[in-house]
Every structure is written in structure tokens, then in C-alpha cells.
């Protein structure tokens, strides 16, 4: 998809939905119509989906690993069976997580962590 005619700068360690906002007001629209006129899940976007940030990103012209590194989600249901302490989870650190546990796909994890190679032991107390 495109980048929008009139796009916005990603504020510093702006989350997705801030960055939303932003977006639609600069286009004067609201949030909801400027989901729906660009096949946008809004709810998705507020939950944190890898997908709809990523398409958020593509259509503000920004980089998705930046939005990416301070937009808070929540883990799928799927991953029930973990145990975290919280069920929202912020930031780069946050999204270091899933380097810690198998079986978790690295596309949720920010690339910025992944690339650095973190890691932390299970044994830590973290999970």
C-alpha cells in the first residue's frame, strides 16, 4: 500500500495508536474512517498486530521497526500456556521476550532485539 499523500513524523517512542491519531488528524479525518477507508484493522492496531503495524507503517511512510519498538501488545491466545507476569508487554525489552521461549514466532520480536543477538535464561526470573 502506498504512503498517504500527507503523512506525519513518528514522534519518539511514539506508540502505534498515538501515531494513528496523529495520522488520521493530519489528514482530517478520524481514526476509525481512516481504517476503513484503508482496509485497516483498527482494533488490530491497538492490540499490537504485527500485521496491521506494519501496514499502519507502509501507509504513514515511516519504519516499521520504529513503531514497532514502542507499540505495547498483547500475546495471542495461542500462548495461553505461557507464563509472564503481565499480559501487556511494552517496548523493545518487552518484544526481547520471545527470544527466551521457543516455539514463538521472530517476526514479533522487534529487530532491533533479534539482531543483537539478546538473550536471557529462562532461569532468570523473566518468564
Keep these: ?15 502505534a495508536y498515538s501515531y494513528l491519531s496523529r495520522l488520521a488528524d493530519r489528514n482530517a479525518v478520524d481514526p476509525h474512517a481512516l481504517c476503513r477507508d484503508l482496509g485497516m484493522d483498527l482494533k488490530a492496531i491497538h492490540h499490537g498486530s504485527h500485521e496491521a503495524i506494519l501496514s499502519l507503517a507502509d501507509v504513514g ?13 498483547s500475546a495471542p491466545l495461542e500462548w495461553s500456556g505461557l507464563k509472564v507476569s503481565a499480559s501487556w508487554a511494552f517496548g523493545l525489552l518487552a518484544r526481547c521476550f520471545l527470544v527466551l521461549v521457543g516455539d514463538i514466532p521472530k517476526s514479533y520480536a522487534g529487530a532491533a532485539c533479534c539482531n543483537a543477538g539478546a538473550s536471557v535464561r529462562s532461569g532468570s526470573g523473566l518468564l
Design 61 to 73: 511512510g515511516i519504519d516499521p521497526a520504529s513503531l514497532l519498538a514502542w507499540t505495547p501488545w
Design 1 to 15: 500500500m502506498p504512503a498517504l499523500p500527507i503523512t506525519t513524523v513518528l514522534g519518539e517512542r511514539e506508540p
